[in-house]
């Protein structure tokens, strides 16, 4: 959570941070560069009138980190980013990042969730990707990968098979959520990343992407996210 504006902190970590490794890869005579961005590029690039970048300075400085890499391509030079969803999977003995959602899914209180969904991808198969990434068949270009679409009800259920009962939280309830946690931010000077009370209508919404690109680009296999939500539940609970 930055410092308003917070554009400045993102841009430093995506932005500039980027085209220095662009640069520096070019001057030691490298080839291919693979860089790993968010589907929140492909959702701001699909729908304008979402206004993303215009709402949310993590998204905006994704959309710049695209932009500053495809920019150093020539014709000896080429760079493939792979728009990723959410990552499922875990490294042994390390928390995962959703943890803290994993362990309410688990607990004995009611769930309360949104409507919507997400694509998906795990932590093996972005590898599977990235080696594929690596061959010339792969053109320089933006690619959003995923292996699975889940609405958050399905997205539950893979973490917590045994949850049956999932009460939908009213929009306007999320709204003024969100509402109040950007006043308590700016109070604290601060800005985050995502502006909650707009991100709702996209966290709300069917963030789904195409699977057929994984099959005409990157014969990703299909079968690991299984092994990847048990993994992550497993270093999330014990």
């Known amino acids: 959570m ?3 504006p917070a554009i400045d902190f993102f841009r430093k970590a995506n932005v500039e941070n980027t085209r220095k490794v662009v640069k520096a890869a070019k001057t030691a005579g490298l080839k291919k560069g693979i860089i790993l961005t968010s589907y929140f590029g492909y959702f701001a690039r699909k729908y304008p009138e979402w206004k993303l970048t215009e709402y949310h300075p993590y998204i905006k400085s994704r959309i710049e980190q695209e ?15 792979l728009q990723l969803p959410y990552v499922i999977g875990a490294m042994k003995g390390k928390p ?21 969904g997400t694509a998906v991808i795990s932590v093996r198969q972005i590898g599977e990707a990235i080696v ?3 061959e010339d068949t792969i053109l320089s270009n933006i690619y959003p990968i995923a292996t699975r679409n889940y609405t958050w009800d399905q997205f539950i259920q893979q973490i ?17 959520f969100g509402f109040f946690v950007n006043i308590f931010h700016k109070l604290q000077g601060k800005e985050g990343g995502l502006n909650i ?21 990157f014969d990703i296999c299909k079968d690991d996210l299984n092994n990847a939500f048990e993994e992550m539940v497993y270093e999330s609970l014990n």
């Open 2 to 4: 930055p410092k308003a």
């Open 67 to 81: 932009d500053v890499a495809l920019a150093e391509v020539e014709e000896n030079f080429s760079i493939v980013i």
């Open 96 to 116: 995962p990042l959703l943890k803290p959602l994993i362990k309410y899914l688990h607990s004995p209180l009611p769930t309360f969730f949104m409507k919507g």
């Open 132 to 134: 594929k990434s690596l």
């Open 160 to 176: 917590n098979p045994k949850k049956k009962k999932i009460i939908h939280i009213p929009k306007v309830f999320l709204h003024v």
């Open 197 to 217: 009370e707009k991100y709702i209508e996209m966290q709300t919404s069917e963030q789904f992407l195409d699977l057929g690109q994984n099959e005409k680009f």
